[in-house]
């Protein structure tokens, strides 16, 4: 199989500041819809670790590389990068 003809997927993963739990999954769950909606968005899924309660992962998996672009200019992602992650996350981890 030749790259072009493979679907992009990306693993992103959240801690919370201390007490911010709540609040950070609040705005990650408001990603869900805007995306899940995005052109060559095949999967959206947020996970939450029953182990560390301030860890948060997304699995996200578009159908290529372009598409994967569009959603990392939505603003809501924008939005997620710039504001909410230096507020509300202690460490992220994005692949």
């Known amino acids: 199989m030749t790259r072009k003809n493979t679907q992009l997927v990306c693993v992103a993963t959240f801690l919370a500041k201390d ?3 709540e609040q950070l999954l609040d705005e990650l769950a408001a ?3 805007p995306t899940r909606r995005e052109e060559g968005c095949i999967r959206y899924e947020l996970n939450h670790s029953m182990t560390e309660p301030r860890r948060f992962v997304y699995i996200e998996k578009f ?3 372009a598409h994967f672009d569009l959603h990392a200019k939505a603003p809501h992602v924008v ?3 710039e504001e909410v992650i230096p507020k509300l996350v202690e460490t992220s981890d994005i692949h």
Do not use: I, Q, T, W
């Open 79 to 81: 939005r997620l990068l």
């Open 31 to 33: 990603l869900m819809p």
């Open 19 to 21: 007490g911010c739990e």
């Open 63 to 65: 159908n290529d590389d």
